[in-house]
């Protein structure tokens, strides 16, 4: 089956101050009509102060499950929208802080009423080398297949920062969330750990994965699961560079590779192409996609 997409996106900047953003696209499957999504937000900022509000709209026609365009249940439309607050000050002697809140709210059109999630806490401290930790709260109700859920999600981490030739990610949470694929809804936590090296200046190696235990709504232990991953990166010329990504999930016996070129065209333009090798015990895929990213001056 052919499925194509058509997207446009902009953006504007309105003095120091604020920020526009606008996308919309088109899908089309050969012999099932087409659909759309669009969406805007906008950003405000003013010394330590930083706002936000965006919305979007997604058809319950558009399709883009086998290009990967975005995330999303297949025939459900959607809206949504969200508003976002930081405050971000400087510390002497120790680094930025920032602060923030949101609360974004979401109705899908095979659901009644609006589901909202509420962002209670998001810390964040960036210190003068570079690193910094984290630490987000949030509290959420959701509907699914016409019940209503309600929890809560809890996550810290801390990162090495850029700084040096080499970067440690680490972190983990827990969350209440419902399992789709065994249909409960139970509660997860989990743990991560990435490592990122550069033997050179133009070279960047990077390993790390992930573990995740799921449990049942009684509290016992249904399973847990692993993720593995590992990216290559070279800047072969100053315009050019080359991404090659491997991921394998063995407990669903799947594994990718992708692989990405990218060639800069113009300031703040570029050209990507990339191909993707995926293998499941269902099936072998494989995908190419073109990109053209060209900035217009004005």
């Not at 953003?21 to 969406?39: K, T, V």
């Not at 979401?106 to 909202?116: A, D, M, P, T």
Request: net charge neutral; glycine share 12%; charged share 25%.
């Amino acid at each position: 089956m052919l499925q194509r997409i058509a997207a446009v996106d902009s953006r504007l900047e309105w003095g120091d101050r604020y920020t526009f953003n606008g996308h919309a696209a088109r899908s089309g499957d050969q012999g099932r009509g087409s659909g759309y999504m669009a969406g805007a937000d906008m950003e405000y900022r003013h010394g330590s102060i930083l706002g936000g509000l965006s919305c979007r709209s997604i058809g319950a026609a558009f399709s883009a499950d086998r290009l990967g365009f975005i995330e999303r249940d297949a025939g459900v439309g959607s809206r949504s929208v969200e508003i976002s607050a930081d405050w971000r000050p400087r510390i002497e002697g120790l680094g930025q802080l920032s602060l923030g809140q949101a609360v974004s709210m979401e109705r899908r059109s095979v659901e009644k009423g609006w589901g909202w999630e509420w962002t209670t806490a998001d810390l964040s401290l960036f210190t003068w080398d570079h690193s910094f930790a984290s630490l987000t709260h949030r509290l959420w109700r959701w509907p699914w297949q016409g019940t209503w859920y309600e929890g809560q999600t809890f996550d810290v981490g801390f990162d090495t920062g850029d700084s040096r030739r080499w970067k440690l990610d680490v972190g983990g949470g827990f969350r209440d969330r419902f399992d789709f694929d065994d249909g409960y809804f139970g509660a997860a936590r989990s743990v991560r750990a990435e490592l990122q090296v550069k033997p050179s200046a133009s070279l960047a190696l990077e390993g790390g994965g992930s573990r995740v235990w799921e449990y049942l709504p009684a509290g016992d232990l249904d399973e847990g699961k692993t993720i593995w991953r590992g990216r290559a990166t070279w800047f072969a010329t100053r315009r050019l560079f080359l991404r090659a990504f491997v991921q394998e999930a063995r407990y669903l016996g799947e594994s990718d590779i992708n692989l990405l070129a990218s060639y800069e065209i113009a300031p703040k333009s570029r050209v990507y192409l990339a191909c993707n090798l995926g293998d499941s015990v269902q099936e072998r895929a494989e995908r190419v996609r073109l990109k053209v990213a060209y900035l217009l001056p004005y």
